[in-house]
C-alpha cells in the first residue's frame, strides 16, 4: 500500500494569505484564506506595499489554523510547498521566507511551485479521479492560455494572450463601468441582467492566439462615444456583450484544441474559471460527449490547497527546491511558447 504524503502549502502571491493540508495531492485537510479584499476596495485595487505588510502580519497565525484544522502537526507533514512565482514580489518573498524557515527549523524538504501550475491543479482536488491527458483552459489573473496537459509535469501552452489576460480585461471594464472592486464578479453579476446589444471587437488573432486591449478598447470608446451624444447607455448590456465576445472566443480555441489534440476532458482554472457564463458554455461541451472538470468555486481563486496538489506531484519527483529560493514574481507556465505576431 502507498505511503500517505502530506503536504504543507503556503501561497501569498498577491492578497490572499493561505495555507493548507493536502494529502495525497488531491484530499484536503485544511484550506485557511485569509483575504485582503475589504483593505485594497479602499484604493480599488491590490496596492503591492500593503498587500506584503498585511502577509507579514497574519501568515504565522494562518499556518497554525491551517495545522490545527487539519489535526497534524509539522512532525506528521512530509514537505512544505510555497508560490514562488508569479505574484507581486513583496508578496512572495513574505511566503518564501516563511516556508523556507520552517523548511530549515523542522528538517522537511521544500518544494517549489509555479503558481499558474498551481491552478491547474485545483481540479484534482474536485475531480480526484481527473488524471491527464486533458486540455486546460486556463483564466488566472495575469494569465490566460489553452493547455494541453500532457502529463503532471509536462504542459504545452496551444495558445495564449498576447497583452491583458481576461482577468484583467474583466477588471478594466468593470472600472469603466463604475463598478466596485473587485471588479470581475461584478461584471459577472451585472451581465445577468443585460442583453447582448454591441458588436464588439473579436479576442481571435489570425495565429490562434488572443488580444484583449482591442476589446477593452472598444468598450470604452462605445461608452464614451454614446455619452458624447447624450444616448442613454444600458450598463448591464455593455457588461453582457462584452462578456459574450471575452469569453466566446476561449471556448471556440478551447473546442478546436480539443479537436486537433483528441483529448476528451477540458478543465478550467484561475479566478475568472469562477465567472458564470465560462462556467455554462464549457458546460455545453458536454453534449459533445467531452467530459467537463469545473473545480468548487472556492478553489477557482488564489488559494494554498492547490500549490499543497501541485507540490505532491513534484515531491514525489524528488524535485525540491535549493537552499537560495526567491520569487520570481515574472514566472510563466513551462511549455509556455514565444508570441507569434
Not at 150 to 175: H, M, P, Q
Not at 235 to 241: F, H, L, T, V
Not at 245 to 263: M, N, P, Q, Y
Amino acid at each position: 500500500m502507498q505511503k500517505e504524503v502530506i503536504i504543507l502549502a503556503i501561497e501569498s502571491s498577491c492578497d490572499e494569505t493561505a495555507c493548507a493540508v493536502v494529502r495525497n495531492g488531491r484530499e484536503i485537510m485544511s484550506n485557511i484564506v485569509l483575504s485582503q479584499i475589504d483593505i485594497h476596495k479602499l484604493y480599488g485595487g491590490v496596492v503591492p506595499e500593503i498587500a506584503s505588510r498585511n502577509h507579514v502580519e497574519v501568515i504565522d497565525a494562518v499556518y497554525r489554523e491551517a495545522l490545527k484544522e487539519a489535526g497534524v502537526t509539522l512532525d506528521d507533514v512530509d514537505a512544505i510547498a510555497v508560490t514562488y512565482g508569479a505574484g507581486l514580489v513583496g508578496a512572495l518573498m513574505v511566503g518564501v521566507s516563511f516556508a523556507k524557515a520552517l523548511s530549515r527549523a523542522c528538517g522537511k524538504p521544500l518544494v517549489a511551485v509555479n503558481h499558474i501550475e498551481g491552478h491547474i491543479c485545483a481540479n484534482y482536488l474536485t475531480y480526484p479521479d481527473l488524471e491527464p491527458p486533458y486540455i486546460c483552459l486556463l483564466t488566472s489573473g495575469g494569465n490566460t492560455s489553452i493547455v494541453d496537459v500532457k502529463d503532471y509535469d509536462n504542459y504545452d501552452v496551444l495558445a495564449s494572450t498576447v497583452d491583458d489576460a481576461v482577468g484583467e480585461a474583466f477588471d478594466k471594464v468593470a472600472r469603466v463601468l463604475g463598478l466596485p472592486y473587485p471588479g470581475g464578479p461584478k461584471v459577472d453579476e451585472l451581465q445577468k441582467q443585460g442583453e447582448d446589444r454591441y458588436s464588439f471587437h473579436s479576442v481571435l488573432l489570425p495565429n490562434g492566439n488572443f488580444s484583449y486591449s482591442g476589446l477593452k478598447t472598444a468598450v470604452i470608446n462605445t461608452l464614451h462615444n454614446g455619452r458624447q451624444r447624450g444616448e442613454e447607455i444600458n450598463p448591464a448590456d455593455i457588461a453582457r456583450s462584452f462578456t459574450v465576445c471575452a469569453v466566446d472566443g476561449l471556448i471556440r480555441r478551447t473546442t478546436e484544441a480539443l479537436k486537433s489534440t483528441g483529448r476528451t476532458t477540458v478543465a478550467v482554472a484561475g479566478g475568472v474559471g469562477a465567472n458564470s457564463y465560462i462556467r455554462q458554455r464549457l458546460s455545453e461541451l458536454s453534449q459533445k460527449g467531452y467530459r467537463v472538470c469545473l473545480p468548487k468555486l472556492s478553489l477557482c481563486g488564489d488559494n494554498a490547497a492547490m500549490i499543497a496538489s501541485r507540490g505532491y506531484f513534484m515531491y514525489l519527483d524528488g524535485n525540491f527546491a535549493p537552499s537560495d529560493l526567491t520569487a520570481d514574481p515574472s514566472l510563466k507556465l513551462r511549455g509556455q511558447k514565444p508570441h507569434r505576431n
